[in-house]
């Protein structure tokens, strides 16, 4: 009902017939605001609100093909091993967690009984533990039954380093131990706030026991049916050719009444995003293709007279710039970029509040991103809940102008502002792609206009998100003043998201740069509330130490929010698909059908 | 001349070795990381990284990785890929189909087209038809098939919806229909790369046609009655087509090769797509394995042309 209305809404504001600010009040009526994490409500003891799916088939199958075009496709079909969102959605297919995220960021029962809420008895108080109950009578494709075997052995499988399981953190500081065949207790070593994130979502996926036992630990590459999925979800596997093709049949045992509604399922990948959504929007090829990061103008041009249409869903990923506290440019014990250094202008606050105020985010939005994007002073900017309101955000060159006047930065000859000189110049790193550089030259010109010197330098992806120690130009060694990508959130909390710029999460030589918080910012407010956040049980403090973090970046500029990005997909005209923010896309897969 | 084979096979074997020490140093010292996905994602803690990067053994100087990439290649496998977790070789046997059938038809097209017209252009040199020929082919190879590419889906797909732009590797028809199918959906892809080829082999042909026909001995056949079907065939054609055939010959390799645009724009799912995204994904051991594989072949293929030699013209001998 809400994803209906937001995209006909989407659809009125660029047609013209609703302005912008009526959009975003409308949107508060219909509920936007409103995206919560329900196991936070639940262990504050609110009654738990399940999304109701609207999904109208009335019998299993009959719903003929459906044909995915994932322009990257999967390459391998474990979900312990899958590495990017492709591998995992390949997966997905196949394999089912026991809930997964709706499009508010509702748990969503799948092979779970129940939701687990202080009600059913299946959380604790003190946050320390979780019962899930298995929906009884699920069984693997090939026959075997589901049980609480299961649920220990992928806990086991996982959390054994020795596998290399990508899930590996969401099953470490835990224990899984078996209460009955169809029940099992998570015990958290720590009060753990947000507990559904072993078992639950993309890496929640869970395999048989029965045929995964001989390969745990380092037999685990060995393992036949690591290209051979066996599951219990809707679909049954056919064919896999990685980065080609994943193909399914109709699970006819499926554990879910009337569904899957689709006989065959198909997913193809390869090519490029432009050309994925014009085989669904313009030729109808495919019913559905996934990420079409494509600029605006292009879609809109695609979906006139189209096939298809694009989709949106609203989670949390954010463009962004961040700040470098360090210097760069000096190097001490061969770092650069070291501790041990302050960033010369940087440091100065008047200079990244300067900045802030230069990054023209409603003309980025409105040439780059158009209706993917939203514009935003936050750097957490979901579930709703989390969303700091005291926040905002201007783009004024006079603004910025005045307040580096006043720090005194004056102009020099070259129009270059500079101070005990120090030149105001700074290099701006990010990743090569279209909307990036864009973006770095809208950036650019402000900063020319207030007599920032601002050079630009763009770095292969995968050289810029590798986590290669020999290379200079990786966005956590951050050899450069400022640097913009994005971060996706992936889950509807903000623990994970908000953890990395800790004062011990801070890129070094010494942990070869594997620490998340690469501006190297150090703030002991920010220390203590995610110290504090991460143990706290009541969700209304929960939610306000967040908010205290979010408001602390702000106020010292750390990052500069660019866009709040939201995930866009290409989709024909007769699917409904079940998509949410939260989740991979096909991650409710068992709820897509096709509207005659 | 089985002896001249073995000679040739045996001097094949260090540099084959040679390309291989190469192209293993260039992986290695290329930037990138196949577990850099991991690197922004905040479930992934670092140490699985690293857990991985040792399981894969990365981390272990070159000249060893090298050694033991040899060791393994020699007793037939050809390594295991980090991102799709399978073996190489059923990883590359199941791309190859699709890049015979696709890239060999065009091949095929293209030396139909050009063999004809290369040579008829030339009995007719700067006739009307030479003219055009030449002309054509001066279009055909000056635009690039990504170009072309994207026009042919514009035109006849989105616009005339006469035929598919994906291709697919699971037509649910059976018999005739499959036959069908597989033939419409190679269309594009086939005239694409087809018509580049047969351009530039066009200009080939009849240039090599050109060097010939002026010959005495050309004359002399005629001088003695043959007809004009029988010289050109018999004579001239034979003697023209050493050049041609180590052209050909040299293409034959990028048959299995692929086509990395024309595959990319029509996902067909054959070899060079398959390089292409292991390379995007810093896959060492399927880019390794692949281009590997392209320089057997080359030197392979180049054997082959130069046996062909003797076989066309008998005064060459081998030595």
Request: net charge neutral.
């Amino acid at each position: 009902m809400f994803d209906k209305d937001l995209r006909t809404m989407i659809d009125d504001v660029k047609d013209g017939r609703i302005d912008r600010r009526a959009f975003v009040k409308r949107m508060i009526a219909v509920g936007l605001t409103a995206p919560m994490a329900n196991q936070i409500l639940a262990i504050g003891g609110v009654a738990m609100a399940q999304s109701p799916t609207p999904y109208k088939p009335t019998k299993r199958g009959g719903g003929g093909p459906l044909k995915l075009l994932w322009w990257q496709g999967p390459t391998l079909l474990n979900p312990h091993f899958a590495t990017g969102t492709k591998d995992q959605d390949g997966s997905r297919i196949f394999y089912e967690p026991l809930a997964s995220w709706d499009a508010d960021g509702h748990l969503n029962p799948i092979l779970a009984a129940e939701i687990p809420s202080i009600q059913n008895g299946g959380l604790a108080a003190d946050a320390k533990s979780v019962v899930w109950k298995l929906k009884p009578g699920v069984k693997w494709h090939d026959g075997k039954p589901v049980t609480a075997d299961d649920l220990v052995f992928n806990w086991e499988y996982a959390s054994d380093p020795a596998t290399a399981a990508v899930s590996v953190s969401t099953y470490t500081g835990l224990t899984v131990e078996k209460l009955d065949d169809l029940t099992v207790r998570i015990n958290f070593k720590d009060p753990t706030p947000f507990w559904a994130n072993a078992f639950v979502g993309a890496y929640g996926c869970i395999i048989p026991k029965h045929l995964f036992a001989e390969y745990k630990g380092g037999k685990s590459r060995e393992a036949p049916n690591n290209l051979k999925p066996i599951g219990t979800g809707p679909y049954k596997f056919v064919e896999f050719k990685p980065g080609d093709l994943v193909r399914g049949e109709i699970n006819a045992d499926y554990h879910m009444a009337n569904r899957p509604y689709f006989d065959t399922i198909e997913m193809k990948g390869g090519g490029d995003a432009v050309s994925a959504a014009r085989a669904v929007i313009q030729t109808g090829e495919y019913d559905f293709a996934w990420n079409i990061q494509v600029e605006d103008e292009v879609l809109l041009r695609l979906e006139k007279g189209g096939k298809g249409k694009t989709v949106y869903a609203v989670g949390g990923d954010i463009e962004f710039i961040a700040i470098n506290f360090t210097d760069p440019n000096t190097e001490v014990d061969g770092e650069r970029s070291s501790m041990k250094t302050r960033h010369p202008i940087l440091s100065d606050a008047a200079v990244r509040k300067a900045l802030a105020l230069l990054v023209d985010r409603e003309s980025v939005k409105k040439v780059i991103y158009g209706r993917a994007g939203r514009t935003t002073a936050n750097y957490l900017n979901g579930p709703e809940e989390f969303v700091s309101k005291n926040t905002r955000w201007e783009f004024s060159i006079d603004k910025a102008s005045q307040l580096l006047e006043q720090a005194g930065w004056k102009a020099g000859a070259d129009g270059i502002r500079e101070k005990d000189g120090k030149k105001l110049k700074l290099l701006y790193q990010t990743s090569i792609n279209g909307p990036r550089q864009k973006t770095q030259a809208i950036v650019k010109q402000a900063c020319q206009k207030a007599g920032i010197d601002v050079e630009l330098k763009s770095v292969v992806a995968s050289v810029f998100f590798s986590s290669d120690v020999a290379n200079p130009d990786t966005y956590s060694k951050f050899y450069s003043d400022i640097e913009m990508f994005q971060i996706p959130m992936t889950q509807p909390d903000p623990a994970l998201h908000m953890r990395r710029y800790h004062s011990r999460n801070v890129a070094t030589k010494e942990n070869k740069w594997q620490g998340q918080n690469f501006p190297r910012w150090v703030n002991k407010d920010f220390d203590v509330a995610i110290d504090a956040a991460e143990t706290e049980t009541d969700p209304l403090k929960r939610a306000d130490l967040y908010i205290k973090c979010n408001d602390l970046m702000w106020q010292d500029t750390v990052v500069i929010p660019v866009m709040h990005r939201l995930a866009v997909d290409a989709c024909s005209n007769t699917l409904r698909p079940a998509l949410s923010g939260w989740a991979n896309r096909s991650d409710n897969l068992q709820d897509w059908y096709r509207e005659a | 001349m089985s002896q001249y084979v073995l000679r040739r096979l045996l001097i094949a074997i260090p540099s084959l070795l040679g390309i291989s020490l190469v192209l293993f140093v260039v992986l290695a010292l290329a930037p990138g990381d196949p577990f850099g996905e991991l690197a922004t994602n905040p479930n992934v803690p670092p140490e699985v990284q690293a857990a991985l990067r040792t399981k894969f053994g990365l981390d272990d100087p070159i000249y060893i990785r090298y050694l033991r990439w040899l060791a393994a290649m020699a007793q037939g496998d050809w390594g295991f890929s980090f991102v799709s977790r399978m073996n190489v070789d059923t990883l590359i046997l199941q791309r190859l189909p699709a890049t015979l059938y696709v890239i060999g038809s065009a091949q095929l097209l293209a030396l139909l087209i050009a063999i004809p017209v290369g040579v008829y252009a030339a009995t007719r040199p700067y006739s009307i038809f030479d003219q055009v020929a030449n002309t054509l082919a001066f279009v055909g190879f000056s635009l690039p098939t990504f170009f072309t590419g994207i026009l042919f889906i514009l035109i006849f797909s989105v616009k005339l919806d006469w035929l598919p732009f994906v291709y697919t590797t699971d037509i649910k028809e059976t018999g005739i229909l499959w036959v069908l199918e597989m033939i419409r959906q190679a269309i594009m892809p086939v005239m694409v790369l087809g018509l580049f080829q047969a351009a530039s082999m066009t200009r080939f042909v009849r240039s090599a046609m050109l060097d010939v026909i002026r010959l005495d001995y050309v004359t002399t056949a005629r001088a003695k009655g043959l007809g004009q079907a029988k010289v050109i065939v018999k004579h001239v054609m034979r003697n023209a087509m050493i050049p041609v055939v180590t052209l050909i010959a040299l293409q034959m390799p990028a048959v299995f090769g692929g086509a990395i645009v024309t595959e990319q724009i029509f996902r067909i799912p054959g070899i060079g797509s398959l390089l292409i995204s292991s390379i995007l994904a810093n896959d060492t051991p399927v880019i390794m394995a692949v281009t590997f594989v392209f320089a057997c072949l080359v030197v392979l293929f180049n054997l082959i042309a130069d046996v062909l030699y003797g076989w066309l013209d008998p005064r060459i001998s081998f030595r």
